[in-house]
Structure formats: C-alpha cells, structure tokens
C-alpha cells in the first residue's frame, strides 16, 4: 500500500489471528493514531509507517515485539518519549524514528539490543547524552542523531563501534574533544560532526580512515593546525572545516587528494600557500588571514624588483597614463553595455526556474516535476542506500537510470537542511541554470514537494566516487540491505 494516496485513518483489526509479519504503508496521506489491534501485533517483523502524518504517543503506542526485525515510523507527527520498549526487541536490526515529535533523552536501553545495524534518531527534540550502553552495539553500521539537543562528550565506549560506515552527530550541543577513538572506525565512509561546541585539535589519527569520503567538521570550536594526516584519506571528495579557529598552513600533502570535488575551509586563520590542486582553486576559503596561490585562468603576482631606476619609473608612468586611460575607458563602457544584457538573462532564467504547477510541485520547464518525482522515487525505491554513490553534510547523491534521461545522477537535500534554509534551494537551481562550464556537471531538471527537493544532474563517472567502500565493507552493506529491506 506504498504510494497510493491513502488518506483518513487506518481501519481496526488490521492483525488478527497473530499472522501479520510485514506491514508497509510509506508514502500516503494517512492520519490519527496507530489502531490498537496494530500496536499489539506480535507478530510483526518488517513494518514502515513512514512518510504520513500519524500521531500519538510513541511510548504508548508501541510496545515490545519479539520478532521485529525493522520498523520506520519516520516522517510523522509522533510526540512522547522513545521508550525504553525498544531495548526489549531482542531480535531488531534497524530502527529509524526521524523527523518527528519526540523529545526525552535517549533510552540506554537500546544498548541491549545486540543485533542492532542500523538507528536514525535524527531531527526530533532529544536532550540529554549520548547513552554510554551504545558501546554494547558493536555490530552497528549507521548512527543518525543529527538535528537534536544532545549535549555532553562523545563517550569513551564509543571506540568499540569498529563496523560504523555512517556517522552523524550534527547540529547538536556537543563538547569537548573529538575522541582519538575515531581513528579505529576503518570502515567509516561519512562522518559529519558539524554545528556543535568540539574544541580542542582535529586528532591526526582521523588519517587512517582511508575509507572516508565525507568530512564536515565545520561550525564548531577547533583550533591548531590541519593535520598533515589528513592527507592518507585518498578517498576524500567533500572536505568542509569552515568556521573554526584553526591556524597555520593548508598541509602541501593535500597535493595527493585528487578526489576531492569540494572544499570548505572558511572562516578560519588559516595562511601562506594554496596547494597545487584543482578542488582548493575553486575551493571556499573566504575570511582567512593570508592564503595566496594560484586561482584558475591566472598566473601567480610577481613582486616589483627594488632596483628600477627613478628614470625608468617616470617614464612607465608616463606611458601608462597615453595608453592605458583611454583603454579602461573603453572597457567601462563594455562592462555596462554587458552588464545590461545580464542582467534581462538573469530575469528571463529566473522567471523560468520558478513555474509551479496547480499540485504545488515546483520544476523547470523541461521536466514535468510531478512525474519526475515519480520516477526517481520508483527507480531510487524510495531512495535506498543501495543507490547512494555519496553523501554531503547538506544532502545525498543516487545514481538513477530512467527510461528517458538515462543515468542520471540526483541530489536529495536532507529535510534539517530544507526547513534551516528553505531559500538556499532555488538559488542553487538559480545558479546551475545560469553557469555552463565544460567542468560542472549539467543541470537537467529538479522537482520540490514538502518531503522531497531534488536536482536532477547529468550523471559523469568518477573513480574516486566508485572506491568509496572496500570490497569487504560493501558486502556486509549489501548483506545488511538485504535483510531490513521490504
């Protein structure tokens, strides 16, 4: 019953006779509580409410299920606590409960769940810490807390999650140093530690997660030097440490990172010499003290000799002044004559970009938003990580083949990213419809509705986006996929 417009309350008696094992209703228009006789089935093993608008109590709507293996009640409007119930299904494997009411502190009880791969808690109103008993979950693959109020350290028992290949603790109030510990997560592929309190070194240790590909440790307290460590990471393409204290040089190593795609350094007190590579010459490195090094298209500034004679200088003057002036007039007159036709692009664009249709779907004129949405959805399955080739602190990447376009790639900005900037989408579509570059990636189309906001890319193979896992890891990825999914 996934995608069919349901709408109203789902009806009583749904499980009888304790058989009902999968229960699935993503992606409808459903509302009220969750019906009694669902609560207490038993029976349940794969279960999805995701995507409606279900209210009620989370801790007293659900109970203890002794054969459940996966439940998503994520996008929704539950409020309450978590509950310690959760902690009681000995046989779980992923338990995601994202997006909605829920506030408390997060139960150590899910610590007992031993089997546990994969939690995402993310964008609720949770306090208090991160439970030292998740130590306990050693076989787990993915960690969202992001979103939250959680405050405290990052706990020492943290260094036995060996296995994690996701990590998300953004926009929170955390403290304190990054734990050395994270050196150990070898199978770490994106690690996002953004907008909280960490001060103190980015540990160098950080550079035997030779895996990772994403690193936003951005808006937090850090100080020191970048890591020269940093530089293992081969298979790094998003790099963000922008508004932090940080000092010293950019280490000459990062030289060797031909993967990177994207860099954010901002806001720092960074200085000296720009590594000779092609993402730091498009990189973001505003608000530093004193960076200089080559910019794409131009040579690097020579500094005048101190030995030019007084004679020589007049005469430069001089000449400067017969041939030059006349020249900067003309190019004046150029740039506003350009400036003028711009700027009547820039307003034809726009009024392109922004055509809604009677549904509220939001989509350039080319594509039809509403059934582009459709089709990636279909072809994604409802964005499964199988489809994920990369993941940013603002959104995730799917390679998509549709009928028509062919492989696509499509970027799906995270929901915390959408209600924090809710202008920041059209203006990147803005931007993509004005720039055409033979290194940017084309802009088919995008689509927007309440849950989703895409950009629709050309696709354009990468070899550093394709080693993003070990041959190992991915295995126990696709193992781990195979069980939970529906």
């Not at 028509?404 to 209600?419: E, M, P, T, W």
Request: proline share 4%.
């Amino acid at each position: 019953m996934t995608e069919n417009q349901l709408s109203g309350h789902l009806p009583e008696h749904l499980c009888q006779g304790g058989k009902l094992e999968n229960f699935m209703v993503t992606s409808n228009k459903l509302t009220g509580p969750i019906p009694r006789s669902l609560s207490n089935c038993s029976s349940f093993k794969r279960v999805r409410f995701n995507y409606n608008s279900f209210i009620g109590n989370l801790s007293e709507a659900f109970g203890i299920y002794s054969e459940l293996q996966f439940m998503d009640l994520s996008d929704n409007d539950f409020h309450g606590e978590l509950g310690s119930n959760w902690g009681k299904c000995e046989n779980l494997i992923d338990l995601r409960v994202a997006r909605n009411n829920i506030s408390g502190s997060i139960p150590p009880e899910i610590g007992n769940v031993q089997g546990l791969l994969g939690l995402d808690i993310s964008s609720n109103h949770l306090i208090g810490q991160i439970p030292k008993e998740f130590g306990r979950l050693t076989p787990l693959v993915k960690l969202f807390v992001q979103n939250n109020n959680i405050s405290g350290n990052i706990p020492e028992e943290f260094g036995s999650l060996t296995k994690l290949e996701s990590l998300d603790l953004s926009d929170n109030n955390l403290n304190g140093s990054i734990p050395t510990c994270i050196g150990d997560f070898v199978h770490l592929f994106q690690l996002n530690l953004s907008n909280n309190k960490f001060g103190q070194k980015i540990p160098k240790e950080m550079g035997r997660i030779t895996h990772l590909t994403v690193l936003d440790l951005s808006h937090n307290l850090l100080d020191g030097e970048i890591p020269a460590q940093l530089a293992s990471l081969l298979d790094l393409s998003n790099l963000n440490l922008s508004h932090n204290g940080l000092y010293g040089r950019i280490p000459k190593e990062f030289e060797s990172l031909t993967g990177l795609l994207d860099v954010v350094l901002s806001f720092n007190d960074l200085e000296g010499p720009i590594p000779n590579n092609k993402a730091f010459m498009i990189a973001s490195l505003e608000g530093n003290k004193g960076l200089y090094g080559n910019v794409i298209g131009f040579q690097p500034c020579k500094k005048p000799s101190s030995v030019v004679k007084k004679h020589s200088i007049a005469k430069g003057r001089k000449l400067i002044f017969i041939t030059v002036l006349p020249v900067m007039g003309a190019l004046v007159l150029l740039c506003v004559f350009i400036g003028v036709l711009f700027m009547c692009n820039k307003r034809r664009r726009v009024k392109d970009v922004e055509r809604r249709d009677g549904d509220g779907w939001l989509s350039v004129s080319m594509l039809d938003g509403k059934a582009l949405y459709r089709d990636i959805l279909n072809a994604t399955e409802e964005f499964d990580a199988k489809f994920c080739i990369g993941q940013g602190g603002h959104g995730s990447v799917y390679k998509v083949n549709l009928p028509l376009l062919g492989d696509i790639a499509v970027k799906r900005l995270h929901s915390s990213y959408q209600n924090t900037h809710p202008k920041s989408f059209i203006n990147e579509v803005r931007a993509l419809t004005e720039i055409k570059h033979r290194n940017i990636v084309n802009l088919y189309g995008y689509c927007s509705k309440a849950q989703h906001s895409l950009l629709v890319y050309e696709y354009v193979e990468r070899g550093s986006l394709s080693s993003i896992l070990s041959n190992e890891a991915e295995s126990k990825k696709l193992d781990w996929l195979k069980r939970v999914n529906i």
